[in-house]
């Protein structure tokens, strides 16, 4: 196992606006730089892990050497640094590049095997254009190579190669190519992407929002009940302004509380006679409606029903497919659960319904 794992986390990150560098800004809980040290000792490959930085810092198992001016001085520093340490192989990584799997480090590993150079690289959906003697020709984008880190070498051939090197280089292949050597190239992964602007840091601009919903309504003679849009043969109705729909005033409290919108008292006074015996399913309507174009989608909902009867398993399904059908969403995301309160207090003597909801909503830009 004499393979070492290099990590160049010198980088002044000119791209990257902000005070702190790149590689020790906050990712996904931990500074991103250690996300690589963090792989590189899971995968019980490595002998030694290098970690190439500029920064005052100790972690343990890993020997820090400080960084060059570009990029190529860095590399070298760590590879003098193994000189004389009975390294075969090492990998050399960027650190602005968090999220490759170890997977990729096995088979990267298996690969150097049979050869000197192996480098992951993925193909481009992009159309490819060159510019070329003052001209602007198509390329193939099948036969451009995009290529990523971990790259991994034969110790010796590189540090031959990365000594003699005059040039400016944006990887370490680059020496193998310009001297005609033979670089295994291998599948990289599309999720290994370098963090080189800051809005690279959100995997995807979508923020999630909860809200929490409540209501309770009693139960009166001659009123039909309404239950998440459907209607329930039972001795009582929901008394109410509005037909009373305790599970769906409760999803409108809690769809406005996930958009920071206040409540369905704000929205639908009950001081307001053009509200009164309004159908509850037209109050959600323009919820949703708002909802979307607000460029939000809902993950998941979950109900618990508070009643004494009646029983929830009997029309739970018939009470999904409604609000699947009003709320426009999947019926997998929607869970209803019943919840009897042995027969206590007003619940308890089947003179009051009462609803609570938890709901999750997607924000995209
Ligand atoms: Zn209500």
Redesign the pocket.
Same mark, same amino acid.
């Given at each position: 196992m004499n393979n070492c794992f290099i990590l160049l986390a010198a980088g002044k990150g000119k791209r990257f606006n902000s005070r702190e560098k790149k590689q020790f800004i906050n990712y996904k809980n931990k500074p991103l730089f250690m996300h690589s040290v963090d792989k590189a000792k899971k995968s019980k490959i490595f002998k030694k892990i290098v970690l190439v930085t500029n920064k005052q810092i100790k972690i343990p198992n890993v020997i820090v050497v400080k960084g060059g001016k570009e990029r190529s001085d860095s590399s070298l520093n760590a590879l003098n640094y193994l000189k004389n340490k009975n390294i075969k192989n090492v990998f050399i990584h960027d650190a602005a590049r968090p999220n490759f799997s170890i997977n990729l480090l096995k088979k990267l590993k298996k690969n150097l095997n049979k050869n000197k150079a192996v480098v992951p690289y993925i193909n481009t959906n992009n159309s490819t254009k060159y510019a070329y003697k003052n001209k602007i020709v198509n390329l193939k984008r099948e036969k451009v190579f995009l290529t990523q880190t971990p790259q991994c070498f034969d110790y010796k051939t590189l540090y031959k190669l990365s000594k003699n090197n005059k040039n400016y280089i944006t990887d370490e292949s680059t020496l193998f190519l310009n001297k005609n050597k033979k670089v295994k190239f291998i599948k990289g992964e599309e999720t290994n992407i370098k963090i080189t602007k800051k809005i690279d840091l959100y995997e995807s601009k979508i923020k999630t929002f909860y809200g929490i919903g409540f209501?309770?309504?009693r139960l009166i003679k001659n009123k039909k009940l309404y239950l998440g849009g459907v209607k329930i043969p039972f001795h009582s109705g929901?008394k @109410?302004?509005?037909d @009373?729909?305790?599970i769906?005033?409760?999803i409108i409290d809690a769809l406005l509380g996930a958009l920071r919108k206040k409540d369905?008292g704000t929205l639908y006074p009950n001081n307001k006679n053009k509200f009164k015996n309004i159908k509850?399913a037209k109050m959600l309507k323009p919820i949703i409606l708002d909802l979307r174009n607000s460029n939000c989608y809902i993950n998941n909902l979950d109900i618990n029903l508070i009643c004494e009867r009646p029983k929830v398993s009997k029309y739970r399904n018939k009470i999904i497919n409604s609000l699947s059908k009003l709320m426009n969403i999947n019926k997998s995301i929607i869970n209803l659960k019943g919840k009897t309160v042995e027969k206590l207090g007003l619940i308890g003597k089947e003179s009051a319904i009462a609803c609570e909801s938890i709901i999750s909503i997607n924000k995209y830009e």
């Open positions: 209501d309770i309504h929901l @109410g302004h509005s @009373g729909d305790v769906l005033h409760c369905i509850s």
